[in-house]
């Protein structure tokens, strides 16, 4: 019997009794999608899914996005997102076998284009011994649990959410230092976008708190000084110990969370381990806001990404 249990942490909960590598009933679907829009993050353990499995699993939840970051997309299926902590073909020597590599700061993905995906989904395939945490953060919680005077105080306000702001902590990443890598830093692919502070979740009128760490530049309508303060203010409240959940992997799990709702990191792993993660990214057909800062540039954006994602699909 297929069941779902809350994870003791700060969000999150864990669904048992599931083997993700069989066809999956049409009920035990809809039990997933409802479990996934409830929790915002679900877990499976002990699963052993091939690509073209975790391909299809996938698929219960909306149709399969080709990420634009062409240079993680597996070879072989396209739908595919290595994560390798070693690059994609596990032949990147660390620099420091005993510093931390790949660690990501808080973001959620796609966030900063007009269309963010609705989901995700990771599975462990490769595992250190320590550290290559994930972490998550409840976005709907950080917003519910704020002071009534400060929802008030930013509703309405627009945050930039920029690709150029990320880039010094997407470089330290093993995965940016091959060429292709080095080509995504430097293509303009994502011009700066607005977007509500507060944003309702399209599928349950939820309110989020559409801040994140990674992304989030400024706020459009105030001063500089004025806008970096609330918006240090926000992104602090959002990490204070009763949101923040890190998971542990142990092989075979599988891990699925919200975008729209979920903030999320990853912890980095010593150079001398390994951490090989698959991930499928599950598209989303909601714009969640993108007040264009360059119209032009925009839509220049979305042709490239286009293309990217076409010429994966023919290879």
């Not at 039990?31 to 829009?37: E, K, N, P, T």
């Not at 009534?148 to 150029?164: H, Y």
């Not at 330290?172 to 979740?201: C, I, Q, T, Y």
Request: glycine share 10%; net charge negative; charged share 25%.
């Amino acid at each position: 019997m297929v069941d779902c249990v809350r994870l003791a942490g700060a969000c999150g909960a864990e669904v048992r009794g599931l083997d993700a590598s069989r066809p999956i009933e049409a009920a035990t679907a809809d039990l997933l999608r409802g479990w996934l829009l409830e929790h915002g993050l679900i877990i499976i353990r002990d699963q052993d899914l091939s690509k073209q499995q975790q391909v299809e699993f996938s698929r219960l939840f909306g149709s399969l996005a080709i990420h634009p970051l062409a240079h993680q997309v597996d070879d072989e299926v396209p739908e595919l997102l290595v994560l390798d902590s070693h690059g994609k073909s596990g032949t990147m020597e660390p620099e420091n076998p005993e510093e931390l590599a790949g660690k990501i700061d808080w973001h959620t993905d796609l966030g900063y284009v007009v269309k963010p995906n609705y989901a995700g989904v990771l599975h462990g395939k490769i595992l250190p011994p320590e550290d290559g945490l994930t972490g998550f953060v409840d976005r709907q919680a950080t917003f519910d649990a704020l002071p009534e005077g400060i929802k008030a105080q930013i509703d309405g306000l627009t945050v930039v959410q920029s690709w150029r702001h990320s880039q010094e902590s997407i470089s330290k990443n093993p995965a940016f230092r091959s060429d292709e890598g080095a080509k995504v830093m430097s293509l303009d692919l994502f011009p700066d976008l607005g977007f509500p502070l507060v944003v309702s979740h399209p599928m349950t009128g939820r309110k989020i708190l559409n801040v994140s760490h990674m992304w989030s530049s400024r706020i459009v309508e105030l001063p500089d000084e004025e806008g970096a303060a609330l918006l240090k203010q926000l992104l602090d409240h959002s990490l204070e110990e009763r949101f923040v959940y890190w998971h542990s992997y142990r092989l075979g799990d599988v891990v699925l969370w919200d975008n729209y709702r979920m903030m999320h990191a990853a912890g980095g792993t010593l150079g001398k381990y390994r951490r090989q993660m698959y991930r499928t990214t599950i598209d989303g057909d909601c714009e969640l806001g993108g007040l264009p800062i360059d119209r032009e540039a925009i839509a220049g954006a979305q042709e490239r990404i286009a293309a990217l994602r076409a010429e994966m699909v023919g290879r």
